[in-house]
């Protein structure tokens, strides 16, 4: 057993990110100002997108594109049940209702053929969420979206370097939103973006996001400003701050490499995983991509074992290995459960990777000697508990 523990997941910080959070304490600007036009410029360069804007999270992302739907009573968008509760939340605090369409069993993507039983003249949007940095089907998205005219809201908080068909996420023809949370691939400690080709989009939620007001504050106090402003609709304070975006732009400088770690670590998950029967490794979309390695996420055949996923994780955590729980399943909570009236047997296969799914541990900073740890440990808690 290891001596020390692994945690699920550690942001990695360098000298660069201290320096430059320090040099903003120093610098008088701790809010929105220069650094966080900065970390947009390259965000934009990086992902390929005309269009960014900050964000204090992805969820203020999600809330703002959602908004500007302009949703009526009984609209509806339609996502996946495997994603966090931002990504529905938010379409039911815009005025929407969630519909939910069942995921592929392998890749825990969103099942394109399930979106479109779950279209109806109601719908108004597809979110698909590219499930653990893994792309979705999106020519078929846009496919469905065209022929039904539907607007298509990427949720792309894990997504962050994932590629689809030599395209990077955040340059297709949608709105993209962004998670910069501190387990993700990059992190601002809290924060998010949005990336889109749409000019008039992006300017609307620019507004959105700080109370609907025609100037930000940074650029009213510059000495070329003015303080005046005017308040063009009610907004909201989603604004990101230049301490956040202190560490965004060193961290979007080594997305990459962090990449290149996290697909190592993944593919020796894999191989070391493949044959344990107890254990269902993911699988890969057969479409060219690229995939960011947010999670790493297995299913636990618990069928096979006398404990559950839950217990399963708790034996790790005795042989100190850390996991994470991404995602149990939306329609599995109590709200949820209560409020989109899922039916029985409904969602199959997310029904059945909620009760089994967890995460590894997965972070640049991580060795493959711990990654063997974890293997082993995963090995020891089914020999101890196989039927």
């Given at each position: 057993?290891?001596?020390?523990?692994?945690?699920?997941?550690?942001?990695t910080i360098?000298?660069?990110?201290?320096?430059?959070?320090?040099?903003?304490?120093?610098?008088?600007?701790?809010?929105?100002?220069?650094k966080?036009?900065?970390?947009?410029?390259?965000?934009?360069?990086?992902?390929?997108?005309?269009h960014?804007?900050p964000?204090?999270?992805?969820?203020?992302?999600?809330?703002?594109?959602m908004?500007?739907?302009?949703?009526?009573?009984?609209?509806?968008?339609?996502?996946?049940?495997?994603?966090f509760?931002?990504?529905?939340?938010?379409?039911?605090?815009?005025?929407?209702?969630?519909?939910?369409?069942d995921?592929?069993?392998?890749?825990?993507?969103?099942?394109?053929?399930?979106?479109?039983?779950?279209?109806?003249?109601?719908?108004?949007?597809?979110?698909?969420?590219?499930?653990?940095?893994?792309?979705?089907?999106?020519?078929e998205?846009?496919?469905?979206?065209k022929?039904?005219?539907?607007?298509?809201?990427?949720?792309?908080?894990?997504?962050?370097?994932?590629?689809y068909k030599?395209?990077?996420?955040?340059?297709?023809?949608?709105?993209?939103?962004?998670?910069?949370?501190?387990?993700?691939?990059?992190?601002?400690?809290?924060?998010g973006?949005?990336?889109?080709?749409n000019?008039?989009?992006a300017?609307?939620?620019?507004?959105?996001?700080?109370?609907?007001?025609?100037?930000?504050?940074w650029?009213?106090?510059?000495?070329?400003?003015?303080?005046?402003?005017?308040?063009?609709?009610?907004?909201f304070?989603?604004?990101?701050?230049?301490?956040?975006?202190?560490?965004?732009?060193h961290?979007?400088?080594?997305?990459?490499?962090?990449?290149e770690?996290?697909?190592?670590?993944a593919?020796?998950?894999?191989?070391a995983?493949?044959?344990?029967?107890?254990?269902?490794?993911?699988l890969?979309?057969?479409?060219?991509?690229?995939?960011?390695?947010?999670?790493y996420?297995?299913?636990?055949?618990?069928?096979?074992?006398?404990?559950?996923?839950d217990?399963?994780?708790?034996?790790?955590?005795?042989?100190?290995?850390?996991?994470?729980?991404h995602?149990?399943?939306?329609?599995?909570?109590?709200?949820?459960?209560?409020?989109?009236?899922?039916?029985?047997?409904?969602?199959?296969?997310?029904?059945?990777?909620?009760?089994?799914i967890?995460?590894?541990?997965?972070?640049p900073?991580?060795?493959l000697?711990?990654?063997?740890?974890?293997?082993?440990a995963?090995?020891?808690?089914?020999?101890?508990?196989?039927?």
């Amino acid at each position: 057993m290891r001596e020390k523990f692994l945690p699920f997941s550690i942001p990695t910080i360098g000298e660069e990110e201290i320096n430059e959070v320090v040099d903003s304490l120093r610098s008088g600007w701790i809010t929105t100002g220069p650094k966080v036009k900065r970390f947009e410029d390259a965000f934009k360069e990086y992902v390929g997108a005309p269009h960014a804007v900050p964000l204090s999270s992805a969820t203020a992302g999600l809330h703002l594109v959602m908004l500007a739907l302009n949703l009526k009573p009984g609209d509806e968008v339609i996502t996946t049940p495997m994603t966090f509760a931002a990504t529905v939340s938010m379409i039911v605090q815009a005025g929407g209702k969630p519909v939910l369409a069942d995921i592929e069993p392998g890749t825990l993507n969103i099942d394109v053929n399930e979106i479109r039983k779950k279209i109806t003249p109601k719908t108004r949007a597809l979110v698909p969420v590219h499930f653990a940095g893994q792309p979705c089907d999106m020519d078929e998205i846009f496919a469905l979206a065209k022929e039904h005219n539907l607007t298509v809201i990427e949720d792309a908080a894990h997504a962050i370097g994932t590629e689809y068909k030599g395209a990077r996420i955040g340059s297709l023809d949608s709105v993209s939103v962004f998670s910069f949370h501190p387990i993700k691939n990059i992190t601002t400690g809290e924060g998010g973006m949005v990336a889109t080709r749409n000019e008039q989009l992006a300017e609307e939620i620019s507004l959105m996001k700080f109370h609907g007001m025609s100037r930000e504050a940074w650029k009213r106090y510059q000495a070329s400003g003015t303080p005046n402003y005017d308040i063009m609709m009610p907004g909201f304070k989603y604004n990101m701050m230049d301490l956040q975006a202190a560490l965004g732009v060193h961290q979007l400088a080594k997305l990459d490499s962090f990449i290149e770690m996290r697909t190592v670590l993944a593919n020796f998950y894999t191989e070391a995983l493949y044959e344990v029967d107890e254990v269902l490794t993911p699988l890969e979309v057969p479409y060219p991509h690229r995939h960011a390695w947010h999670l790493y996420t297995p299913l636990i055949r618990i069928e096979e074992l006398t404990i559950n996923r839950d217990e399963f994780m708790n034996e790790l955590k005795k042989l100190n290995i850390g996991s994470g729980l991404h995602f149990k399943a939306i329609h599995h909570h109590p709200f949820y459960r209560e409020t989109l009236n899922v039916e029985p047997g409904e969602l199959p296969h997310a029904d059945y990777a909620s009760d089994r799914i967890l995460s590894l541990p997965l972070f640049p900073l991580m060795t493959l000697d711990d990654a063997r740890d974890v293997v082993e440990a995963i090995k020891t808690v089914i020999a101890r508990n196989r039927k």
